[in-house]
């Protein structure tokens, strides 16, 4: 019960490894406000680990700001932020456009940017806080068929650094953790929008890890809680692959 007491606010907490995450921090003993544009999502994950639903969009400021306000009120001070929303439209570059674009890097780096404003500042003055975002090894390394996906991850870790040189002083940890492929519904989008292409882009993946194989949203759930702990209380400003060893960065 390594989080016993924490409050902990989780984007895109209604699937794969966002619900995961709210799964494991419940475990730990943490109260979890579950946010998601997908509130019926967010509320059955919420059920599930007797934590709070919140219908929060990563892409709209008032709503992230009323949000956390609804959270504070009613669970109390924010401890740990997961930024974990996400999603990609899969595709070759040549073939994207600027509105594409926009909706990639909106949610993937600007809504990570925008809850982070949102939540900060709090954990400063209250000199304690634990911010993890999901970045992703796309991020590091790459990912054909996800230019603007690879591009926000890159921002993401980049950020994540950035914060952690900032809120270091006023005891706040900042760290992301750099998936590989895991078997969630947004990488199995890949065969359904590509066919063929999209399904080798999976197969190429999994190919190379050293593990030789997809991982499961739980995997990637127990390095956040790792990081969201006080276990990792010297350790700020990393990207933890948790990637069956696909970069060894
Ligand atoms: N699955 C992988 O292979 C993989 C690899 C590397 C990184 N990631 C990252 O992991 C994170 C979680 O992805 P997942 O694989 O669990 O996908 P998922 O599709 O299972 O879950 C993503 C969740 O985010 C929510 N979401 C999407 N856009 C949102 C928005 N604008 N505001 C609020 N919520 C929003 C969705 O409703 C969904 O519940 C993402 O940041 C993703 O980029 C995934």
């Known amino acids: 019960m390594r989080l016993e007491g924490r409050i902990a606010l989780v984007t895109g907490g209604a699937s794969g490894i966002g619900a995961a995450t709210c799964r494991r921090l419940a475990g730990e003993g943490a109260r979890v406000a579950v946010t998601d544009m997908n509130a019926s999502g967010a509320g059955e994950v919420a059920a599930e680990v007797n934590g709070m639903p919140y219908e929060m969009d990563v892409r709209d400021g008032p709503g992230i700001a009323a949000a956390v306000k609804a959270v504070e009120d009613e669970l109390g001070p924010i401890d740990i932020l997961v930024n974990n929303a996400g999603y990609d439209e899969f595709g070759f570059f040549v073939n994207t456009d600027e509105a ?113 194989r997809l991982g499961q949203p739980d995997e990637v759930a127990a390095a956040i809680t790792f990081l969201a702990s006080d276990d990792a209380s010297f350790v700020t400003g990393q990207a933890l692959g948790v990637s069956g060893g696909l970069a060894m960065i």
């Not at 634990?130 to 991850?153: F, L, P, Q, T």
């Open 100 to 212: 594409m674009w926009d909706r990639v890097l909106g949610v993937n780096l600007r809504g990570v940017i925008a809850v982070t404003h949102a939540i900060l500042p709090g954990m400063q003055e209250r000199r304690r806080g634990r911010i993890v975002n999901v970045a992703s090894e796309a991020g590091r390394v790459g990912s054909s068929g996800s230019g603007i996906y690879s591009a926000a991850k890159a921002g993401v870790i980049g950020f994540t650094k950035a914060v952690a040189r900032e809120a270091a002083r006023y005891g706040v940890t900042c760290n992301a953790v750099a998936p590989g492929p895991i078997e969630t519904p947004l990488l199995m989008a890949a065969p359904e929008a590509l066919g063929d292409v999209g399904q080798k882009l999976v197969d190429v993946m999994v190919g190379s890890t050293v593990l030789r």
